[in-house]
């Protein structure tokens, strides 16, 4: 009788320690929610040995992250990420910065690699912030 109690508790507290460690390490690796600039080293996606990295931030609402490059020939690539709470809400957005776009080049639906309609693809001419530039953006939603 004694040892199946001692198994018993052993079991119990076993299991308890394994909740609390899962627990832990699921908060562990949750990521901020604190606004703020995280500079990060890049993963990889577009790194390529013909563009030069010029920096990484990440930070603020939702988890959003720029990545600046430079072609060979001098051309200055940003690539970002602004996510949204809901597919709709990111409709929105992407409605209120082509508000500001000179022109529409191309605007289309946006596919995963399978084929299949995931949202929304667009490419706009907008107004630099330097005088007399303009920059070309590719806008899209995901679900």
Same mark, same amino acid.
């Given at each position: ?22 627990? *832990? ?44 490059? *430079? ?73």
């Amino acid at each position: 009788m004694r040892t199946r109690a001692v198994r018993v508790i052993v079991i119990i507290l076993t299991l308890l320690i394994g909740v609390a460690i899962i627990t *832990e390490t699921f908060f562990f690796f949750r990521p901020s929610r604190e606004l703020g600039v995280y500079l990060v080293k890049p993963v990889g996606r577009i790194i390529q040995p013909k563009y030069k990295l010029l920096g990484h931030a990440c930070g603020g609402s939702y988890y959003s992250y720029i990545t600046g490059y *430079e072609s060979p020939d001098g051309v200055m690539i940003s690539e970002s990420c602004a996510p949204f709470r809901s597919p709709s809400e990111a409709k929105r957005g992407l409605q209120e910065r082509l508000k500001y776009a000179k022109s529409i080049l191309e605007r289309g639906a946006k596919y995963d690699n399978k084929g299949r309609k995931v949202g929304e693809r667009v490419v706009a001419l907008f107004n630099s912030k330097e005088a007399g530039k303009r920059a070309v953006l590719v806008l899209w939603t995901d679900k």
